[in-house]
């Protein structure tokens, strides 16, 4: 292995110590104390390997180590340092300590790189502080605008741009940390699986092909409150009868789409909701995933169909109310192919597989090829103090970029 499972653990537990929550999981929001601490450390770091440390006007972290072609676009690896409250160790910087170990094997093994690497750790990804989520990759990417940085408060009462200034920030130059697409040739994130699948299943890691879309509406049904003794069932327009009735379906509309298309019911809204009324009026919301836009769309027509369908036969009527609409990312076939190759050159087992959550890869892949590598979550754990990933695997997820990265960036 090129990388060293001591320097690995050694990271992972150093920047867990940059916590506002000791005893309860680890607090680090953006512009903090923990911020802070963790941000000196990487710091640090890489400073110790020589690299062109430096932050960018949104505050997210790189190291550069240029490569023998001084023209040529940069290769970005890493992930965000930012956590939720009372989360784990391993949310974002599992990504971090792949960006720092891989700069550190390319300083110790002396490869030279025509292509220049840069490590990144990016800020308030989670939007753990601000409600800004991947906010580094959004403001590389050009989508982060100063008036953003006003609205964007912490609960209390802090803006972003206040937030900014007193962490030495200026937050009317947030438009500098745009990336141009032409400057850059690739990302590459790793981060946890969230999910129990990898350690289900026995496998070292998994190569991510789409992260999904996702389509979020609301649902209204109006139908009449009446009292629920002197009612007759036929006479009656039960809401919740026909919300009931449409949801128990929505299951079967998702596995009928394929492609591992899902779709949820999280909130349900009964009213009046009192035990002896029949139900006037039901709200819930409908969220439907996928990482093919054509499975979305026949899930969306179902739905439609079906709430037609029941409102007739219940006498009540509906409204639907969007919410969300994201639309599936692909991550880079290339990059997939690499990483692919390297893993089975280095004897590890690896799944293609679907990311059902965002990350800052989403984004990076608006203006650069990019690649999302997964390693396992014990118990799909994530976002508690529980979260855990094997030191072993994290390293193993770690040694398959290393390869891919000095295959890319066309190490002499
Ligand atoms: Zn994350």
Known sequence: MHTSLDRIRKDIEALSAFNSSPGEGLTRFSLTKADRGAREYLRGELDELGLKVYEDSAGSIFGRMEGTDSDAPVIMIGSHFDSVKNGG????????VMGLEIMRVLKEKKIKTKYPIEFVGMIEEEGGRFGAGVFGSRSMAGKVKYEDLKKNKDKDGISMAEAFEAFGFDPHKIDESARKSEDLKAFIELHIEQGPVLERENTDFGLVDFIVGISEFRVK?????????????LLRKDALGAASEFISELGNYAVEAGQGTVATVGVLDVRPGAANIVPGEVEFTVDIRSK?????????SAVEEKLKEVSQKRGVSFEIEDLLK?????????ILSLLKKNALKEGFSHKVMTSGAGHDAMIMAEITPTGLVFVPSRDGRSHCPEEWTDYEDLQKGIEVICHTIIELGEAE
């Open 326 to 334: 994201v639309d599936p990312v692909t991550m880079d076939t290339e």
């Open 292 to 300: 093919k836009i054509g499975c979305m769309d026949a899930v969306r």
């Open 221 to 233: 049904m109006i139908g009449r409150p009446d009292h629920a003794g002197t009612t007759p069932m």
């Open 89 to 96: 160790n391993f949310d974002g910087p599992a990504g971090v």
